[in-house]
Structure formats: C-alpha cells, structure tokens
C-alpha cells in the first residue's frame, strides 16, 4: 500500500517554492492578508502537532538543544526544507526560535513584510505538542528586514 503523500514514482513528495509562494499570494487575493494569515498559521500549527507526535516529542523533557536538532532534522535541509532550525532557547518565559532559509520569506525582496505564517504555525505547532502548553507565537525578527534570523518568540498562554 503507497501513502498518498509519496506515491509520485517521479516527481517525489518535494515541489516548488515557486508554487508554494503561488499559494499564499494566491489566498491573499482572495481572502485577503489578514484571514490568509490566520488559515496558513492554523495549518502550520497543525503540521508541527503532528510532526511532533510523528518524532515521539510529544510531552518531552529533553533540552532545548536536542529538541532543536530533531526539528532541524525534520524540516531542515535532511527534511522537508521548510526551514533551517539554527537553535532554539529560552530567555525568562519566552522560547526563541532562530531560522534560516524559511520557504515563507524565500525569494521576497528586502525590506519586504512578509511574515513567515505557515513557518511560525509549524514550528509553533510542535512546540505546543511538546511542551504540552497552549503558546501564542509572534514573528519578532526577519531577515527581509535586516534581521540574521527569522525569529519567532512564544510565550505560554494562562
């Protein structure tokens, strides 16, 4: 029996920044900036929850670090290339996510305020599946916008 994510004998599961990008410009126009960010950051959130569960995080103890790395591993270039996963830390109560190479923010011009939605989702996804916590997640550094990394800060919700 095939999975109908990889069942392509040619193309593989992998396709293009290009039609990605299609995507959300695409249900920018139709749905406008604000709902299109709500959809992709639910779908990402989604993604990361299972993505989570798929790695056996779900609930873990292990350092920010180890964590990092399985993630990285997942979606980075070993992945799914949605992003690099440079490190994760914590700061008080905040988590801080450093990455590289987002697919949200690929081929957009500097300067530009494109926020990574589906990117931030994923990885806010996972988190909430690991920590066992309901987060809120903001986008608080780009490198469209003169930032190193695209940074995303979570913060755990009462």
């Known amino acids: 029996m095939s999975n109908a994510l990889t069942s392509r004998p040619n193309l593989g599961q992998f396709s293009s920044i290009v039609c990605f990008k299609s995507v959300i410009t695409g249900m920018e126009e139709a749905l406008g900036e604000k709902a299109t960010a709500i959809a992709l950051i639910?779908?990402?959130?989604?993604?990361?929850?299972?993505?989570?569960?798929e790695l056996g995080l779900s609930g873990s103890t292990h350092e920010l670090t180890v964590i990092g790395a399985k993630l990285n591993a997942a979606v980075g270039a070993n992945g799914t290339h949605l992003t690099a996963v440079d490190k994760i830390v914590k700061e008080g109560d905040i988590i801080k996510v450093y990455?590289?190479?987002?697919?949200?923010?690929?081929?957009?011009?500097?300067?530009?305020?494109?926020?990574?939605?589906?990117?931030?989702?994923?990885?806010?996804?996972?988190?909430?599946e690991i920590t066992g916590k309901k987060l809120r997640g903001i986008h608080t550094e780009s490198i469209l916008r003169g930032g190193a990394n695209d940074v995303f800060e979570f913060t755990t919700v009462d």
């Open 42 to 53: 639910a779908a990402g959130r989604e993604r990361g929850k299972n993505l989570a569960k």
């Open 99 to 128: 990455c590289s190479e987002t697919v949200c923010s690929a081929g957009e011009p500097q300067g530009s305020d494109r926020k990574c939605t589906f990117t931030m989702g994923a990885i806010w996804g996972a988190l909430s």
